[in-house]
T-cell receptor
Framework: SQQGEEDPQALSIQEGENATMNCSYK?????LQWYRQNSGRGLVHLIL?????REKHSGRLRVTLDTSKKSSSLLITASRAADTASYFC??????????????FGKGTLLTVNP | DVKVTQSSRYLVKRTGEKVFLECVQD?????MFWYRQDPGLGLRLIYF???????EKGDIPEGYSVSREKKERFSLILESASTNQTSMYLC??????????FGSGTRLTVV
């Protein structure tokens, strides 16, 4: 599969704890993106990390990228009940005219218990 | 903020009907996409378009077609709806090499 694959499939934590989700992929990427989806709704873009970057931060989110291992991680610090959602990684492959196409993984379902 | 609007939140259609799903974005994005999302299968790309009147097949184009007559509008057409096309359909738009903005989705049920 050329999809990004998230790990774990499901994660349940207590409010205030940190949540870490991982993503692996198989081919070279142009960039890797993380999205959140609340139940039954559309996806919301969280963060984009380019292949020449190793780490990015956005508020309570921290994303790392290791291109040698073809993996990325999303860390949510000090989680809140409102962070309960599915999280997807998506990789953009530089393939000429189609280099803006994203391939999504199957997601990690994060549950943050109050 | 850019907004992507899908015309219907829920839709119920009969087998064999021709179905139109409409998507409109308001920020002049070049690229537009249609995905379907199914439990256990994640998001799968049906079709995408990087310019008016241009379209490219995604990973699962069979049974679908698209139309992009204006930059802001991208329509997904189910030529003859079948029960295996019951799904959540998500439209998205983007600028080159940027994050996507998704619509709220259309949950289509084919009976």
């Amino acid at each position: 599969s050329q999809q990004g694959e998230e790990d774990p499939q499901a994660l349940s934590i207590q409010e205030g704890e940190n949540a870490t989700m991982n993503c692996s992929y198989k081919t070279s990427i142009n960039n890797l993106q993380w999205y959140r989806q609340n139940s039954g709704r559309g996806l919301v873009h969280l963060i984009l990390i380019r292949s020449n970057e190793r780490e990015k931060h956005s508020g309570r989110l921290r994303v790392t990228l290791d291109t040698s291992k073809k993996s990325s991680s999303l860390l949510i610090t000090a989680s809140r009940a409102a962070d309960t959602a599915s999280y997807f990684c998506a990789r953009q492959v530089n393939s000429g005219g189609s280099n803006y196409k994203l391939t999504f993984g199957k997601g990690t379902l994060l549950t943050v218990n109050p | 903020d850019v907004k992507v609007t899908q015309s219907s939140r829920y839709l119920v259609k009969r087998t064999g009907e021709k179905v139109f799903l409409e998507c409109v974005q308001d920020m002049d994005h070049e690229n537009m996409f249609w995905y379907r999302q199914d439990p256990g299968l994640g998001l799968r790309l049906i079709y995408f378009s990087y310019d008016v009147k241009m379209k490219e097949k995604g990973d699962i184009p069979e049974g679908y077609s698209v139309s992009r007559e204006k930059k802001e509008r991208f329509s997904l057409i189910l030529e003859s709806a079948s029960t295996n096309q019951t799904s959540m359909y998500l439209c998205a738009s983007s600028l080159w090499e940027r994050g996507y903005t998704f619509g709220s989705g259309t949950r289509l049920t084919v009976v």
